[in-house]
């Protein structure tokens, strides 16, 4: 069955490290999200792709960066790590149907980065 | 700018009893709203949208929201609710126009216990 993956689920580093977060999915799906999830702000955008080379920055994109190389795959990257990173990330994926993107987005199960 | 609100951080309430998750929204252009649930550990999944059409969403697990355009509200219910209706609740608006095509807007979430 098609998914969407997140690897690893749950990484420890340290302050300063580059960190990257691996997401994959096998819908073909054009559209990429990633988000973070903190208690009392829900999920927040960090960055987005609507397909290959194209990549948009979100709601809080700073300290992060993202790569669109194939259509399968998202990757993360916290480029010096601090603590305020420390959250949980989610990765989602929607396709475009018709010219139109309506649909629904689909979650990864998530990665639990906690940064000492 | 689009948002979404949800106004109740938790709502607790008994097997068995009807329940509703409140949201309300704030969009420029029609709005595209979408009910997303969150068990412990997981990934969002995805309950209901509404685009357009009936005001009346029928989606998962006997789940239905009212889409009330006077009201700017998308609220969630369930007639009977069970225990293991327990989770985190998002609802979020999409955006579709421009350079943010396809984002999605969360509200902060809802914690729903349901108590035998």
């Known amino acids: 069955d098609a998914e969407i993956t997140q690897s690893p689920r749950h990484k420890i580093t340290e302050t300063g490290r580059q960190v990257t977060l691996a997401c994959h999915q096998t819908?073909?799906?054009?559209?990429m999200f990633w988000y973070r999830q903190d208690l009392g702000h829900g999920l927040r955008l960090i960055h987005y792709?609507?397909?290959?080379?194209?990549?948009n920055k979100g709601e809080v994109s700073d300290g992060y960066s993202v790569s669109r190389s194939n259509t399968e795959d998202l990757p993360l990257t916290l480029e010096s790590a601090a603590s305020s990173q420390t959250s949980v990330y989610f990765c989602?994926?929607?396709?475009?149907?018709?010219?139109?993107?309506?649909?629904?987005?689909?979650f990864g199960p998530g990665t639990r980065l906690t940064v000492l | 700018a689009q948002s979404v609100a949800q106004p109740e951080d938790q709502v607790n309430v008994a097997e068995g009893n009807p329940l509703t998750v409140k949201c309300t929204y704030s969009?420029?252009?029609?709005?595209?709203l979408f009910w997303y649930v969150q068990y412990p550990n997981r990934g969002l999944q995805f309950l209901l949208k509404?685009?357009?059409?009936?005001?009346l969403v029928k989606g998962s697990y006997g789940f239905e929201a009212e889409f009330n355009k006077s009201q700017t509200s998308f609220h969630l219910k369930k007639p009977s609710a069970l225990v293991s209706d327990s989770a985190l609740y998002f609802c979020?608006?999409?955006?579709?126009?421009?350079?943010?095509?396809?984002?999605?807007?969360f509200g902060r979430g809802t914690q729903l216990t349901v108590w035998p």
């Open positions: 989602a994926s929607s396709p475009t149907s018709g010219g139109r993107t309506y649909n629904e987005q689909f």
């Open positions: 819908w073909n799906h054009n559209n």
């Open positions: 792709s609507y397909g290959v080379h194209d990549t």
């Open positions: 969009v420029s252009g029609n709005p595209y």
């Open positions: 509404y685009i357009t059409g009936d005001n």
């Open positions: 979020a608006v999409r955006h579709d126009r421009g350079s943010t095509l396809g984002r999605l807007y």
